[in-house]
């Protein structure tokens, strides 16, 4: 299948899309979880009309991932646009125990006027979504400080909303990632395979390689020469560079020919894993 023409909307995203509407009036925030090296390609564009009018907490997560300076530039965008941020890596716990806390910083004059009322310690309940794969349950998993939501390094683990207690006066909703049916972006469906939301079972594992070398080449050359021993020419395409690194690791079949499937796996599991160095594939400025 070929990046642009990914294009779907599996059932279970379905119901979810309709449970987030059905619960969404009982919640007193939302939390949304993004993948820091891509911003813009791991929000769901319709988080906006489904969560219209409740105070919003922006997770960057994935940041020993990210580039740290475009971190900051992130950051400060969604701040701009009147979201609380946290920045965290969940694998490791960073982050985490800042949640509740910047929870309760956001929702400050709401519970004033609950305190008001006399209602001291209501139960705080707030939605958390993200994409498949962008670490939502790892990351309510170190939140509550302990293992209550299913968290797998593949995207569409989560099939059902859960409620997972932090402290007697939050609660956490944790629902299902939900993608959206179409890309319009061929770069936002390379930016989510790259990154593994998209299962690579429907992708052109050679073409999205070729396309993260190309990229990588271009902004982060120094990576790419120093893991993979190659030079870049300026003629040379993410392809070309593939084969180069295929050769230099010595992934060669019968006849000399460069393995470039078994390459490009590599180059995709070390990226994800961070063993390729911090990367953030956009900046705010694309969404001018």
Request: glycine share 8%.
């Amino acid at each position: 299948m070929q990046i642009q023409d990914l294009s779907w909307f599996p059932g279970h995203m379905t119901k979810t899309r309709r449970m987030i509407v059905a619960e969404i009036r009982n919640m007193d925030a939302v939390c949304e979880i993004l993948d820091a090296r891509i911003p813009v390609s791991s929000r769901n564009p319709d988080v906006d009309e489904m969560t219209a009018g409740k105070p919003r907490l922006v997770v960057l997560n994935r940041v020993d991932q990210a580039d740290p300076a475009q971190t900051k530039r992130w950051a400060a965008y969604f701040r701009q646009q009147g979201y609380a941020v946290l920045e965290a890596n969940a694998k490791d716990g960073v982050g985490t125990a800042q949640f509740a806390a910047a929870v309760r910083e956001l929702l400050r004059e709401k519970l004033a006027a609950y305190a008001e009322k006399g209602q001291v310690g209501r139960t705080v309940r707030v939605m958390v979504l993200g994409i498949p794969n962008v670490g939502k349950s790892t990351f309510i998993n170190k939140v509550a400080r302990r293992k209550t939501a299913r968290a797998e390094d593949r995207p569409g683990v989560t099939r059902s909303k859960q409620w997972v207690p932090v402290d007697a006066a939050l609660e956490l909703l944790d629902t299902p990632g939900i993608l959206w049916p179409k890309f319009e972006d061929t770069r936002v469906g390379m930016h989510l395979a790259f990154t593994g939301a998209i299962k690579d079972d429907v992708m052109d594992l050679e073409e999205l390689a070729s396309y993260l070398m190309e990229y990588l080449a271009a902004h982060y050359p120094a990576a790419v020469t120093e893991r993979y021993k190659l030079e870049i020419g300026e003629e040379d395409s993410g392809y070309d560079l593939l084969i180069q690194a295929g050769r230099k690791r010595g992934f060669l079949m019968r006849g000399g020919e460069v393995d470039t499937q078994r390459m490009a796996r590599i180059l995709l599991d070390e990226f994800r894993g961070g063993k390729l160095g911090r990367f953030t594939l956009e900046t705010p400025e694309d969404l001018k």
